[in-house]
């Protein structure tokens, strides 16, 4: 469904992605696991049109997606970013609804609440917590309102950037199950970044070992352990010793 | 060693202007982008009418209360000045054409430089450093559609009405000063005001209003949406903006009032 070929993107001196190749099958969920800094973001972004490649070729089911219509391609993605992103000026139920109050999957308003309050209350949230702002909810919460707002057009394909970065474990094992539940729930495509073992072992159908710019590996999720491959065994322990150099 | 000696700063002069060129490409081309999206929809009506009200109405008590001050200062060091060579009747004249023509649009420019360019810079810069403005992509919202034209438009529709404000509020504190400590007639005061003003004096003053409002908010929203990560950047963005906006209103001014009134 989403293919990668020999994707390059640097910014100036500093080379992020060196060649990446990586192919999602439709209604997997892949998870890219590597180091801060070694391009796992900008992966996701590329895929989304939000930065624009140097060189190589990244396709939706065969369509380029540097030409394709951006309106309705945007329509198939639903995205949880890593601090939320949630915004501050609207309330939660706008902020959840947000795609279907404007554009081609536009409802009217009293639609609109009442699927963003269905969505709330799918991620665990009261319809107590639709009027208020985003400042006067927790991290927990500001991240479930934010999976609401990705699954809220139900969306074919979700990105999940970071899910668990800042939770505390228990509330990090709630949004991995919330994640999965909805994965396998919506049939959707999904690919998640993150370095949270924990997430990998609970979120992964297929999981993606990104270092320096390319994927050294990558095979299901059962097969991760016994992969044999010194990278990702390094990563997996979280070994200080190994190919990957660590600053001490 | 000495051609090197004279090629270094004059390397670095040629660099600055290169910068400084490039820098003018990029907020012209950005300037651009956010006039064509005028004509182009979705257009987001609910924004420009949030922005008419920021940019507008809660801006009038520091426009209104500025534009008193000045207009009473105006009127003491005309009437201090004129006094000079027996000239203290021209307090009204000159009060009315340096409130309409110059201090008006000028202050207001100013004050919304401050208030207005600052605001939007740090509200689009923290989008941007918190990820919002790259979620509003991601959900088929053109940040420049979204962020910029409601601003800008609001800026351009509400700033020549601030100035009209800003110039009449000014000329009333001359009037107040006039004839309550200068021993001025209200009503011959405020017939040599009206008499000596032209409609070219309030057509520039207008036509300032709308270009500096347009300055003060496209640099606003240039700097905010390419702010740098962090803190620090949101800082820069705002710092930025703000002395970007009030020297272009300052040379802006300059060429304009060369077109309306030079000889």
């Given at each position: 469904m989403i293919t990668l070929e020999d994707v390059h993107k640097s910014f100036g001196p500093k080379q992020v992605l060196r060649g990446l190749d990586l192919h999602v099958p439709r209604g997997e969920s892949m998870v890219i696991i590597g180091g801060s800094g070694t391009g796992k973001s900008i992966c996701i972004k590329c895929i989304l049109g939000l930065v624009t490649p140097d060189s190589g070729r990244i396709t939706v089911d065969g369509v380029n997606v540097q030409k394709a219509e951006r309106d309705a391609f945007l329509a198939r993605f639903g995205m949880l970013f890593q601090g939320g992103a949630l915004f501050d000026s609207m309330p939660i139920w706008q902020n959840v609804a947000f795609r279907l109050m404007r554009g081609s999957l536009k409802r009217p308003k009293a639609e609109a609440y009442e699927i963003a309050v269905e969505k709330l209350r799918r991620v665990g949230l009261s319809p107590d917590v639709a009027p208020l702002y985003p400042a006067e909810l927790s991290g927990g919460m500001q991240k479930r309102v934010g999976l609401a707002r990705a699954i809220a057009a139900d969306p074919e394909i979700?990105?999940?950037?970071?899910?668990?970065?800042?939770?505390?474990?228990?509330?990090?094992?709630?949004?991995?199950?919330l994640i999965r539940e909805i994965v396998v729930e919506m049939g959707a495509t999904t690919v998640t970044i993150t370095h949270d073992m924990t997430s990998v072992r609970t979120i992964a159908d297929r999981v993606a070992?990104?270092?320096?710019?390319?994927?050294?590996?990558t095979g299901p999720v059962s097969?991760?352990?016994?992969?044999?491959?010194?990278?990702?065994?390094?990563?997996?322990?979280?070994?200080a010793d190994g190919p990957i150099a660590s600053l001490r | 060693m000495s051609?090197?000696?004279?090629?270094?700063?004059?390397?670095?002069?040629?660099?600055?202007?290169?910068?400084?060129?490039?820098?003018?490409?990029?907020?012209?081309?950005?300037?651009?982008?956010?006039?064509?999206?005028?004509?182009?929809?979705?257009?987001?009506?609910?924004?420009?009418?949030?922005?008419?009200?920021?940019?507008?109405?809660?801006?009038l008590p520091v426009v209104g209360l500025t534009a008193l001050f000045t207009g009473g200062a105006l009127a003491l060091q005309i009437y201090a000045g004129g006094a000079?060579?027996?000239?203290?009747?021209?307090v009204p004249q000159i009060v009315a054409i340096g409130m309409v023509r110059e201090l008006g649009p000028v202050l207001v420019g100013l004050m919304i430089a401050a208030r207005v360019t600052s605001s939007i810079a740090a509200e689009i810069a923290t989008m941007k450093v918190t990820e919002q403005i790259d979620a509003l992509v991601t959900l088929s919202t053109n940040p420049m559609k979204y962020l910029a034209v409601p601003r800008v438009l609001a800026a351009l529709i509400t700033v020549p009405l601030l100035v009209g404000i800003g110039d009449i509020i000014g000329i009333m504190g001359g009037f107040i000063v006039a004839t309550q400590s200068l021993g001025f007639n209200a009503a011959t005061y405020l017939h040599n005001t009206a008499n000596f003003l032209e409609p070219l004096d309030i057509i520039s003053s207008l036509v300032k209003g709308a270009v500096f409002g347009g300055i003060a908010a496209t640099m606003g929203c240039y700097y905010g949406m390419n702010s740098g990560r962090g803190a620090q950047g949101v800082g820069r963005a705002t710092k930025g903006a703000?002395?970007?906006?009030?020297?272009?209103?300052?040379?802006?001014?300059?060429?304009?009032?060369?077109?309306?009134?030079?000889?």
């Open positions: 979700i990105f999940f950037d970071e899910p668990t970065t800042g939770l505390d474990p228990i509330m990090s094992g709630v949004i991995n199950e070992m990104l270092h320096d710019g390319v994927i050294k590996w097969e991760m352990d016994a992969s044999g491959d010194a990278h990702l065994d390094q990563f997996i322990h979280g070994r | 051609a090197r000696l004279i090629s270094k700063p004059l390397a670095a002069i040629g660099r600055s202007v290169l910068q400084l060129l490039a820098a003018i490409g990029r907020v012209a081309i950005f300037a651009a982008s956010v006039i064509s999206h005028f004509f182009r929809p979705p257009f987001y009506l609910k924004e420009l009418l949030q922005s008419i009200l920021n940019i507008g109405y809660f801006s000079r060579f027996s000239a203290e009747a021209v703000v002395e970007a906006a009030a020297v272009l209103i300052l040379a802006a001014n300059f060429l304009l009032t060369g077109v309306f009134f030079s000889v």
